[in-house]
């Protein structure tokens, strides 16, 4: 079985609950999907890091630059949930699964702590498709897929109190790792647009997605299959009348 932690953003339901459907519909192996929600992991006393508004952006007030997902700084803690044992896949909620996920077996180095698509992603400066900052910083986009073998030994330095207490370009610059410490996977396990050059595994809508209310009938790269998952799963129609009325 292989568990996949998924970065739940109480805006953004309707992205998990799709991504959720794409990984299991075609899986031929046991997928354990685990949400991971920052409301429970707070409550759980796993997560404590706080962080203030200004205007419309979120402020981290550990190292106070903007971050923009309700995850951004929770996905760390995959190795912890796992006990630091065994192998766990953190994905951001913005994705699409268009392949059996049993093909990631074929990749995994277990001589690696994290292995990532370790592509050269440089977003153009400014706001993001929810209105947050769009922030330049190393290694950028490779930690929004993260296959975490987390019973290597330099992954017990990733524990929560670190997670907490770290700065984000020091946890998302993979800073608890050495270089060689963290492998490669498939450019395609994190499709994005005009980036990626082989076909997607893992489509990864980095400029937004059809759940926005303001692209969700456009026509870009493989939005009507998201389109079609969120109707498959009978969530298309709720989501949109349920914006409709919020425009209203």
């Known amino acids: 079985m ?13 992205a998990y609950e799709v991504l959720r459907h794409s990984i299991l519909k075609p899986a031929t192996m046991p997928v354990n999907i685990q949400k991971l929600d920052q409301r429970a992991l707070h409550h759980a006393g796993l997560y404590r890091r706080t962080w203030r508004a200004e205007g419309n952006q979120k402020i ?11 995850f951004s700084f929770s996905r760390f803690l995959v190795p912890a949930l796992m006990q630091w044992e065994g192998w766990a896949l953190f994905l951001d909620s913005d ?82 790792l050495g270089d060689d410490d963290i492998g490669e996977l498939n450019d395609g396990w994190n499709w994005i647009n005009k980036t990626t050059k082989v076909e997607p595994k893992n489509v990864h809508y980095t400029e937004g997605g059809a759940w926005f209310p303001h692209m969700r009938n456009l026509d870009e790269p493989y939005f009507e299959e998201w389109r079609q998952a969120a109707k498959e799963i009978g969530v298309w129609r709720s989501m949109c009348a349920k914006q409709d009325k919020t425009a209203a």
């Open 60 to 70: 981290d007030n550990i190292d106070n630059k903007p971050f923009s997902t309700e």
């Open 95 to 176: 994705q699409l699964f268009m392949t059996d996920i049993a093909e990631l077996l074929h990749e995994m180095n277990s001589s690696t702590a994290v292995q990532v698509c370790k592509q050269n992603y440089d977003p153009i400066e400014g706001l993001k498709m929810d209105g947050q900052k769009q922030e330049k910083y190393f290694r950028k986009n490779w930690s929004s897929v993260m296959l975490f073998n987390c019973g290597h030994p330099a992954n017990k330095l990733l524990t929560p109190n670190v997670v907490n207490g770290e700065p984000g370009s020091w946890l998302h610059g993979f800073g608890w």
């Open 2 to 14: 292989l568990n996949v932690f998924i970065g739940y953003d109480s805006r953004e339901p309707e």
